[in-house]
T-cell receptor, first 111, second 114 residues
Framework: KQEVTQIPAALSVPEGENLVLNCSFT??????LQWFRQDPGKGLTSLLL?????REQTSGRLNASLDKSSGRSTLYIAASQPGDSATYLC??????????FGSGTRLQVQP | DGGITQSPKYLFRKEGQNVTLSCEQN?????MYWYRQDPGQGLRLIYY???????QKGDIAEGYSVSREKKESFPLTVTSAQKNPTAFYLC?????????????FGSGTQLSVL
C-alpha cells in the first residue's frame, strides 16, 4: 500500500527561525508531489507542486525539494512568521488516480 | 469569484439517517474528489470523478454514495451504513487527472452524529 509519512508531527519555533518539514513516500513511481497548507477548520490551500522531472520549486519564503531516489521531499520555510502557523500536508501523485496525503505537520510560530 | 463551495459548513446526523453534503465548483474542472479527514490525520479518499456521469471508489467508499450528473456538482451522501461518520469532509477539484494538476479545495463540512 502506498504511504506518505510526515515528520515531525508537530513543531513549535520562535519567530524568525528557518525550518524544514519532511515528507517521505514509499513508491518512486511519482508524477508529482504537492505541499498544502491547512488552517484550523478550513480547507487546504496548494503551496507548491514539484513535477517528477524537477528537483525543487520556490515561492516567496517557501522552497520545496524532491528526491525521488530516496523517496523524500522537504519544505523549507525561511524567516518564519506567526502567520505561518498552520498544518502543512504533503501529497503524492502517481498519476493513476488521486493524491495520497500524509498526516501533516502542525506548525506553531511563537511571536 | 471562481472556486469550490461546500455546504452546509456544519451538519448533524441522527442514527439511521442519510445525509447529503453539497459540493459545487465554477472552475470548469473535469475532475472532482471527496476526502474524509479525522482529527490529527491526513486525508483519505472516498470517491472521485474524472468526468460527468462517471465516478470511482476510493480507499474508504463503504457507507457513502455519490453522483455526477453535472460537471459543476458532486454531492456526497453519507448513508446509515456508515457507522462512524463523524469527520471533516473536504471536496476538491482539478482540471484533470493527468498527473500534474493542482488540487483546489472547498472549505469543508463538519459532520457530527447526534
Amino acid at each position: 500500500k502506498q504511504e506518505v509519512t510526515q515528520i515531525p508531527a508537530a513543531l513549535s519555533v520562535p519567530e524568525g527561525e528557518n525550518l524544514v518539514l519532511n515528507c517521505s513516500f514509499t513508491d518512486s513511481a511519482i508524477y508529482n508531489l504537492q505541499w498544502f497548507r491547512q488552517d484550523p477548520g478550513k480547507g487546504l490551500t496548494s503551496l507548491l507542486l514539484i513535477q517528477s522531472s524537477q528537483r525543487e520549486q520556490t515561492s516567496g519564503r517557501l522552497n520545496a525539494s524532491l528526491d525521488k531516489s530516496s523517496g523524500r521531499s522537504t519544505l523549507y520555510i525561511a524567516a518564519s512568521q506567526p502567520g505561518d502557523s498552520a498544518t502543512y500536508l504533503c501529497a503524492w501523485d502517481t498519476g493513476r488516480r488521486a493524491l495520497t496525503f500524509g498526516s501533516g505537520t502542525r506548525l506553531q510560530v511563537q511571536p | 469569484d471562481g472556486g469550490i463551495t461546500q455546504s452546509p459548513k456544519y451538519l448533524f446526523r441522527k442514527e439511521g439517517q442519510n445525509v447529503t453534503l453539497s459540493c459545487e465548483q465554477n472552475l470548469n474542472h473535469d475532475a472532482m474528489y471527496w476526502y474524509r479527514q479525522d482529527p490529527g490525520q491526513g486525508l483519505r479518499l472516498i470517491y472521485y470523478s474524472q468526468i460527468v456521469n462517471d465516478f470511482q471508489k476510493g480507499d474508504i467508499a463503504e457507507g457513502y454514495s455519490v453522483s455526477r450528473e453535472k460537471k459543476e456538482s458532486f454531492p456526497l451522501t453519507v448513508t446509515s451504513a456508515q457507522k462512524n461518520p463523524t469527520a471533516f469532509y473536504l471536496c476538491a477539484s482539478s482540471q484533470g487527472t493527468g498527473g500534474n494538476e493542482k488540487l483546489f479545495f472547498g472549505s469543508g463540512t463538519q459532520l457530527s452524529v447526534l
